[in-house]
Nanobody, 127 residues
């Protein structure tokens, strides 16, 4: 049973950085494509980034391109989201999600593509 746990959120000033981690404590993360999503108060959940099983293929939303980087260490069952040059509009609860797939170099941007979700971690960007 896949068990995703996010960590690394917190309060940061505009222009600062955070690194989120998504750890699988119950399964084999290398069998799964991983997506990062966020949801701000009063807004719909939106896709941020995703990574294929291999980590070779990644995708980022236009709003975070050049600032956020997704990576993974399958030996540690961990996926990371490095967030740089943070802006107040990045404030949200961030979730990682997983989809079992036989494709090693594919990931998806839509939340409905992922059946497994973590509990989320709060990121607040404020002076």
């Amino acid at each position: 049973q896949l068990q995703l746990v996010e960590s690394g959120g917190g309060l940061v000033q505009p222009g600062g950085s955070l690194r989120l981690s998504c750890i699988d404590s119950g399964g084999h993360l290398d069998d799964y494509a991983i997506g990062w999503f966020r949801q701000a108060p009063g807004k719909e959940r939106e896709g941020v980034s995703c990574t294929s099983r291999s980590g070779v293929y990644t995708n980022h939303a236009d709003s975070v391109k050049g600032r956020f980087t997704v990576s993974r260490d399958n030996a540690k069952n961990t996926v990371y989201l490095q967030m740089n040059s943070l802006k107040p509009e990045d404030t949200a609860v961030y979730y990682c999600a997983a989809r079992f797939t036989s494709y090693t170099n594919l990931c998806w941007s839509g939340a409905n593509e992922y059946p497994y979700w973590g509990q989320g971690t709060q990121v607040t960007v404020s002076a």
